[in-house]
Nanobody, 120 residues
């Protein structure tokens, strides 16, 4: 089974940037859609961004124009570039393989996530 390992989180001031990485140990198919999720304390996990095998992307409204999802299939890695971070972006961020791009149900095992804290 593919294991997903997220990294790149940390403490950043409002307006700052972070780049998250998700490395799959075991190959992910270049045909797999991938997604980044986040979960804040007391809230449900939500899909923040997704990317298709062909590079199509979609975002939730609150991060559009600030976050960018990308992938490097050769490295089995998915990235999330987060700019202009806001305190409400603080959460644990996870990645997962999606059932498909148009039916973005996660189908892999969850990793440990990476904590993003936005505070001055």
């Amino acid at each position: 089974q593919v294991q997903l390992v997220e990294s790149g989180g940390g403490l950043v001031q409002p307006g700052g940037s972070l780049r998250l990485s998700c490395v799959a140990s075991g190959s992910i198919s270049s045909h797999d859609a991938m997604g980044w999720y986040r979960q804040a304390p007391g809230k449900q996990r939500e899909l923040v961004a997704r990317i298709s095998s062909g590079g199509n992307t979609a975002y939730i409204g609150s991060v559009k124009g600030r976050f960018t999802i990308s992938r490097d299939n050769a490295k089995n890695t998915v990235y999330l570039q987060m700019n202009s971070l806001k305190p409400e972006d603080a959460a644990v961020y996870y990645c997962n393989i999606l059932r498909n791009y148009y039916d973005p149900v996660p189908r892999g095992a969850w990793g440990q996530g990476t904590q993003v804290t936005v505070s001055s």
